[in-house]
């Protein structure tokens, strides 16, 4: 009885195992392929632009049916030849599907950008470089003096040393400071040009009527050779102190040089 049993279960599975196949088969035979859903989907386009145009044309338009996959109703009258010339456009009430299911509009001949509703602020103007003047085969007076051969210039912010100023070393003799000063600022040019702006309203400015490069007076002017600022340059080497009229950071710039025993406070210089 047992084996009886399961031979009839093995067959009632058999059956309703093959009962879903045939389904299965039956329904892959059915769905309709690729040409005939597009096929489907042009006439039901045509048909709807050809209802379109007739209400706006004010006639009566007859009820219309649902229309199966692949078939258009033989109430329909069949299009003009200027209808199907004429392409669909967007007052048709006609929405464009592609293949991938996306509505968009078909736009017919070129594009052209649409003026634009932003306003941008203009960029703001670059600021312009002060004028400068260049000078060749300068003479170093001293180490914040320059002989430009039509007038001088006393470098601005810094108050550097005379040439004939001395200095006393930790041992009480005497070393001159202020050539030595002098003899680095000259390593420092050798025979380069130096480039200079003026600086009337700079606080060191003295006070002589000639003071334009004009009249061959003295300028103060700030300077720089190969892009090194001079005057800052001889506060980090000690060879000048800065003026009330320096930038606050170059007090940090002095501060280290005397730590460090550079220049004018080297205690143990020959």
Same mark, same amino acid.
């Given at each position: 009885?047992? *084996? ?38 042009? #006439? ?8 379109? #145009?007739? &209400? ?35 007052? @048709? ?28 602020? +203009? ?5 312009? %470089? ?21 007038? #001088? ?22 070393? +001159? ?23 009337? &309203?700079?606080? &060191? ?6 003071? &334009? ?12 050779? *190969? ?18 009229? *320096? ?13 460090? #025993? ?5 205690? @143990? %210089?020959?």
């Amino acid at each position: 009885m047992r *084996a009886l049993a399961a031979a009839l279960t093995v067959v009632v599975c058999l059956g309703v195992l093959g009962y879903f196949v045939v389904v299965a088969w039956d329904a892959l035979h059915r769905a309709p392929s690729d040409e005939r859903v597009a096929s489907a989907r042009t #006439k039901a386009v045509e048909l709807i632009a050809r209802q379109a #145009k007739r &209400d706006r044309a004010g006639s009566p338009s007859p009820t219309t049916q649902p229309v199966p996959p692949g078939a258009v109703g033989d109430e329909e009258p069949p299009p003009s030849p200027a209808d199907e010339q004429r392409p669909l456009e967007v007052g @048709d009430g006609v929405r464009f599907i592609d293949r991938d299911g996306i509505v968009g509009v078909r736009v017919d001949g070129p594009l052209e950008r649409a003026p634009s509703t932003v306003t941008l602020a +203009p960029p703001p103007p670059e600021p312009e %470089a002060p004028p400068t003047s260049l000078y060749r085969l300068v003479v170093i007076e001293a180490a914040g003096l320059i002989d430009a051969r039509s007038h #001088k210039i006393k470098l601005a912010h810094v108050e550097a040393p005379a040439a004939s100023l001395t200095c006393t070393r930790a041992d009480g003799e005497v070393w +001159p400071c202020g050539m030595r000063a002098r003899t680095a600022m000259r390593r420092l040019i050798r025979r380069r040009a130096i480039e200079c702006l003026r600086a009337d &309203d700079d606080a &060191d400015a003295p006070q002589d009527p000639k003071t &334009d490069a004009a009249g061959g007076g003295l300028v103060v002017t700030e300077c720089s050779v *190969a892009n090194t600022d001079l005057s800052r340059w001889l506060v980090e080497q000690g060879w000048a102190a800065p003026s009330a009229s *320096a930038p606050e950071s170059w007090a940090e710039l002095h501060d280290f040089a005397k730590i460090a #025993k550079r220049g004018l406070y080297d205690t @143990d %210089a020959r």
